[in-house]
């Protein structure tokens, strides 16, 4: 797939992992949508990129608001060729506390913002990409989803995390393989400790300490390092059905 002036869709592009997928999109010429709950920094970053950058508010769990996002993004840029699916929350809870079973509801969210939400947005954007007409290879589009080596390395509390990050990456094949008859690829990236808006909150020292826990190199990784993975995934056609891990040698300990 050729970036430049294809259309593109980034959710949960406000911030974070989205946000540099977003930024490196635009630099290498697509055109970009940006949706997230944040309304507000969703419009800002749209403003920062200028051009036809286009921002959307929307909750990835409900399907009217994903469904609006990319009908606009389709009348905006005549079609979607790309998506990046980026969007999630973590929670921390043992499965039994000292107060007894973990809380249900939250791994109930986690599951449905990490996991349906993925694939409300995958099943949206993967139906607009197959309405256009394929490039000279019969690809239609390509769909980035986002998981975690929390997936295969899940740690002490991470039950609902790694739980709904393992079910993005169950979710990766059999999707690709459904869409291979219409030309839309799916792929999956799984990042290890990364320098996002949720490790931002951590005091330096820990920080610090995280990163120098990576075998090499032993630091956090950078959001734009994501964003280079998913646009080589957008340009490499051969790329299908696969997830990724992104962790610098890690592999995490159960604590």
């Known amino acids: 797939m050729k970036l430049q002036g294809a259309p593109a869709l980034v ?14 999109l635009s630099e290498r010429g697509a055109r970009v949508a ?30 009217a608001d994903v469904e609006a996002a990319v009908s606009a993004t389709v009348e905006a840029f005549g079609g979607l060729r790309f998506a990046a699916s980026c969007a999630g929350i973590g929670w921390a809870e043992r499965t039994v506390t000292r107060s007894g079973p ?49 997936a295969f390395d899940g740690q002490i509390g991470q039950a609902a995390y790694s739980a709904s990050k393992g079910g993005v990456v169950g979710l990766t094949l059999p999707a690709a393989r459904d869409l291979a008859r219409l030309g839309v690829r799916v792929c999956t990236i799984a ?26 190199p032993s630091r956090l990784g950078q959001p734009a390092e994501y964003a280079q993975l998913a646009c080589h995934i957008a340009e490499n056609s051969m790329l299908n059905g696969e997830t990724i891990r992104l962790d610098g040698a890690l592999r995490m300990p159960p604590r």
């Open 191 to 216: 990042p290890g400790i990364f320098d996002t808006p949720l490790l931002a909150a951590l005091p330096e020292e820990n920080r610090t300490a995280l990163g120098e826990s990576v075998p090499f």
């Open 34 to 63: 940006i949706v997230d709950l944040d309304g507000d920094k969703a419009n800002a970053l749209a403003e920062e990129l200028g051009g036809d950058a286009l921002s959307f508010k929307a909750d990835v769990t409900t399907e």
């Open 102 to 150: 973990a809380q249900l509801q939250p791994f109930e969210t986690v599951i449905r913002v990490n996991l349906i939400g993925t694939f409300n947005v995958l099943r949206h954007c993967a139906a607009a990409m197959a309405a256009g007409d394929p490039d000279e290879d019969g690809e239609r589009g390509a769909v980035v989803m986002t998981a975690s080596i929390a």
């Open 11 to 24: 959710a949960g592009g406000a911030s974070g992992l989205g946000a540099a997928t977003a930024r490196m």
